[in-house]
C-alpha cells in the first residue's frame, strides 16, 4: 500500500470555475438530482469505498458526488489520459475527494492513478466497490491486486468495450466479483452511445480542425449505438456519410437510414473525414493511410485507440509528425498530409468536452443504481455479470421527462391487460430491442 497522496490534479486554482459549472450541470442532471433527494437522507451507501476510474469530467463530478450524498467514499481516476477535465477534477479535490486526474498524462502516470484510488485516507483501507469504464482498474485489482478482491462487494461497468471483457472474464472463469453491466441498461446505450456521440462526434471535429464539414465525405466504421449517432451527427452536418459493417443486420440497419454501405477499402479514397466506432481492432491500417486523399482527418469514437493502427503510422511515418495543437498532429505519408485527433483516443473526450450533461444523467443515474443495488444486496449475486432490472431502466427514463417537458399517457388498467403488462411497469418483454 503506498503513502497517502490526498490528490493530484493540474491546478486547484481552476476548482471555483470548476464549481460553477457543476452547478450548471446539476440543473441539466434531474436523474443524479432526484436519486440524491430520494436516498440522500438515509445513506444507503454508508460504509462503501467506491474507487471509480471513469472521464473525470463536470457530469462526472455529479455522479460523483451523488455517491458521496448517497453516503459513500469515494477516490476517483480518469480512464483515459486525455479526458479529464481539469477544473472538473479541481473542484473534486477542493470538496475534499481523493481525485487523481488529469488532462495529457503519460500511460505510467494513468496507471499510478488508479492505484492510488486503491486505499483510501491515511489509514489507507482498501476499497470494498469498483466503479468502472473500460475494464482498465477491474484488471488491475484482479491481476495486480488479487489480494484485494475478498473486500470488494462487486463492479459495475460503464461501456461496451468494458462489458465486453468482463463476459470474456465469465466465460474464462476469471471473473471474481459480482458485476452490473451499466452500458445494456436501454437508458444507457440507447441514450448516451447514441445521442451522445450525435452532439459530441462533430464539436469534436469543428473543436479540433475548425474544417467546414458541409459537402465534406465522412466514413463512419461500425453502425452500433455509437455508429449511428455519430454518423447522424455527421449527416446533421451537412456530409455525405459513408459507412462500413462486418454485420448484415446492421449494414441493412445503415442502408435504409439512407447512407452507402461499403467496405473501407472502398470507401477511403473518396473520404474526407474518418471515424471509427466500432471497439475492434485494426480498422484503419497502413494500406488505408496510403490510400488515403490529402488533408484526410481520421479519429476514433470507441473506447480505444487500437482501432487505428497508430503504432504502426508512428512506427512508420512518426518522424513526419508534427503538433498542430494538442490533440491535433500531422503525418506526412506517402507525400500525403494526414491530420490524426486525439492521437487515435476517443475523440469526443479528448478534443471536446464529451457527452452533454442530460444524456450523463442517465447513464450515471443508472451506475448510481448499480452501485447501491451490489452494496446493499451483494448476497443476491454470484460472479456473473448482470444487467439492471428493467423496473430501474424504466424509472431512469421516467426521471428523466419532466425535464424535457414529456408527459405520459396514463395507461388504463383494461389497457393493461389487454397487452399483458401491469399499470406500474415493465412495459415491455425481455426480448423488446427498442
Ligand atoms: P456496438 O457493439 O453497438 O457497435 C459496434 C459495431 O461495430 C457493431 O455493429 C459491429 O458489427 C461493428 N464492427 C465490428 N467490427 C467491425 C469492422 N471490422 N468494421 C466495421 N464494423 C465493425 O458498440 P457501441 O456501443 O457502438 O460501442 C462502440 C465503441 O464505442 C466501444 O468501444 C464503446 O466502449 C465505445 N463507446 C464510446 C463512447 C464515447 O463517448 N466515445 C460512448 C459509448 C461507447
Known sequence: TSTYVPYKVKDIALAEWGRKEIRLAEAEMPGLMALRAEYGPSKPLAGARIAGCLHMTIQTAVLIETLVELG????????????????????????????????????????????????????????????????????????????LIGGIKGLSEETTTGVHRLYERMKNGTLHLPAINVNDSVTKSKFDNKYGCRESLVDAIRRATDLMLAGKVAVVAGYGDVGKGSAESLRGAGCRVLVTEIDPICALQAAMDGYEVLPMDEAVTRANIFVTATGNIGIIKDRHFRAMRDKSVVCNIGHFDNEIDMAWLNETYGQTKSQIKPQVDMYEVDGKEIIVLAEGRLVNLGCAMGHPSFVMSCSFSNQTLAQLELWTNADKYENKVYVLPKVLDEKVAALHLSHVGAKLEPLAQDQADYIGVQVSGPFKSELYRY
Request: proline share 4%.
Open 72 to 147: 459513500a467514499d469515494v477516490t476517483w481516476s480518469s480512464c483515459n489520459i486525455f479526458s479529464t477535465q481539469d477544473h472538473a477534477a479541481a473542484a473534486i479535490a477542493a470538496a475534499g475527494i481523493p481525485v487523481y486526474a488529469w488532462k495529457g498524462m503519460n500511460e505510467e502516470e494513468f496507471n499510478w492513478c488508479i492505484e492510488q484510488t486503491l486505499f483510501f485516507g491515511e489509514d489507507r483501507q482498501p476499497l470494498n466497490m469498483i466503479l468502472d469504464d473500460g475494464g482498465d482498474l477491474t484488471n488491475m485489482v484482479f491481476d495486480v491486486y488479487p489480494e
